[in-house]
């Protein structure tokens, strides 16, 4: 019987790993080498999870119990990496954030910044696929829940002791690292860090709101947003207030929350301006940097597609419209 990471490796072929780092605009060399960190940095995030009080509960509810992946197969995910945003894995940030907790976007960003390419989709995509291999894996062998943290922690202790993995281990300790301090960060700020983090998708709101540009124009604006956020973090320390907020990128979770809960450009504004009183009151230091990301994501939007003309010619850049919703989120990080 295969190890969950064999299991998970083999269901990346090379020219999968081709298709995917063509997706991502990286190397392969480096998507397999991210793929190599990120199985084991998932493992140990199960196995520390399924040691605590209640963790095993709450693991099995992630383990699709039809022994298969929890979204189907890879050819659907990569499809949907290589369209629109990456729909198809906005879900598996979701269970990436429960399977490595608060930290997981530091813990991303550390993995990116090191490999050189946005790690987040390839997170997203592998979470699913290996709680996919621990249920087959339990089926297999006949594994209760009661003898699942047993499992998991034999597999990730047996892969750590392999010198063949040192290169990987080191990548992992150090994302995990760069996880727990920011943690403690995010702990720090209590219940106004939520703010910190929406910040961008607020801006990126704000803006793409102004005016109306059309279902193309939208997905131009939101992929200028996102591409904006991943080379922000991309030059921010691992376990900065950056990396620890706008680690995973800008996704579908972050705007579809501010549709629920600010949904005028005033609540947006004042989301962003209680997001820099924070920064400022806990992370002084880091508050040029942050207001910088937030303004630089709201800029790439506004220029990312034209308003007005016909088919692509005339039109304006950026528009009377988010001209003003670019100085009302100025005013927001005064």
């Known amino acids: ?6 299991s998970l490796s083999s269901s990346f072929s090379a020219d999968t790993v081709g298709s995917i780092a063509k997706a991502l605009g990286a190397d392969s060399s480096a998507v397999g080498k991210g793929l190599g960190a990120i199985g084991p940095l998932l493992l140990g995030g199960m196995a520390g999870s399924a040691a605590k009080p209640g963790g095993v509960d709450a693991l099995m509810k992630l383990i699709p119990q039809d022994g298969g992946s929890l ?59 290996l709680l996919g291999a621990v249920s087959k894996a339990m089926k297999a062998n006949n594994v209760d829940p009661g003898g699942l943290a047993a499992m998991l922690a034999s597999e990730r202790s047996a892969f750590a002791a392999n010198p063949a993995n040192s290169e990987a281990m080191a990548l992992v300790n150090a994302a995990t ?35 109306l540009s059309g279902p193309f124009g939208a997905m131009k604006e939101a992929k200028a947003a996102g591409a904006a956020l991943v080379a922000a973090t991309q030059l921010a320390s691992p376990a900065s207030v950056i990396s620890a907020a706008f680690g995973g990128g800008l996704s579908i979770d972050m705007l579809n929350q501010l549709r629920e809960v600010a949904k005028t450009k005033d609540k947006l504004a004042a989301i962003i301006a209680d997001g820099a009183r924070s920064v400022a009151a806990k992370s002084p230091g880091e508050l040029a940097a942050y207001k910088a990301t937030v303004l630089k994501v709201a800029q790439a939007t506004a220029v990312a597609a034209k308003d007005g003309g016909f088919l692509g010619i005339g039109g304006t850049l950026v528009s009377a419209d988010e001209q003003a919703a670019l100085d009302a989120i100025k005013a927001a990080l005064a």
């Open 1 to 6: 019987m295969s190890s969950l990471l064999e």
């Open 71 to 129: 979204f189907g197969n890879l050819g659907s995910m990569l499809s949907g990496l290589m369209g629109a945003g990456g729909a198809a894995a906005a879900g598996g940030g979701s269970i990436v954030n429960q399977l490595l907790g608060s930290g997981a976007n530091a813990i991303g960003a550390s993995l990116s910044r090191t490999l050189g390419f946005n790690v987040a989709p390839l997170l997203s995509m592998a979470a699913p696929l």
């Open 177 to 211: 690292d760069a996880g727990g301090r920011a943690a403690a960060t995010i702990a720090g700020y209590g219940g106004e860090w939520n703010n910190v983090s929406l910040a961008p998708a607020a801006a990126t709101l704000m803006v793409a709101g102004a005016d």
